[in-house]
C-alpha cells in the first residue's frame, strides 16, 4: 500500500516538474524569439544607416539641436564626454549603438532615422 501512494506521490511530482519545465521551456522561446528579431531590426537599422553617404553640414544642424547641451557647441564636452577622435575610439556600429540605445547613463537614446545617423556619424568624423 504504500509502495502505490509512495509511486502516485512519485508521478505528482514528476507532472509538476515536467509542468514547470515546459512553462520554463515556453518563457524561453519567447524571449530568445523576441531578442532575435529585436537584433535582427537593429541590424538591419545599422545596414541602412551605414549605407547612407552623412553630410557633415547636416549632421552638425543636428548635433546642435540634440546633443549641444551635454557635449558642448564644439563637443568637447560638458557632461557628456569630448567627442573629438570619437570616431578613432569606437568604430560606427558601436557610435549607432550608443546614440539609438544611450548605453552610458546619463546619456538617453534616441529615436533617429538612418539618414540623420549617418549625417550625424559624418560630423563625428569631421571631429578628428
Known sequence: MSTSS????EIDL????LKKFFIFFIV???????FFLNHKEK???IIETLEHNGSVE???ALFKVNCVGCHGITARGLVGPDLH??????????????VTGGLTPPM?????DPVNMSNLLKY?????
Open 58 to 60: 547636416e549632421g552638425d
Open 124 to 128: 563625428l568624423h569631421s571631429l578628428e
Open 6 to 9: 509512495s509511486s502516485a506521490a
Open 14 to 17: 514528476k507532472k509538476a516538474f
Open 108 to 112: 538617453p537614446s534616441f529615436e533617429i
Open 85 to 98: 577622435s570619437i570616431t578613432q575610439r569606437l568604430n560606427d556600429k558601436e557610435i549607432i549603438k550608443q
Open 28 to 34: 524561453f522561446l519567447i524571449s530568445f524569439s523576441i
Open 43 to 45: 541590424n538591419n537599422y
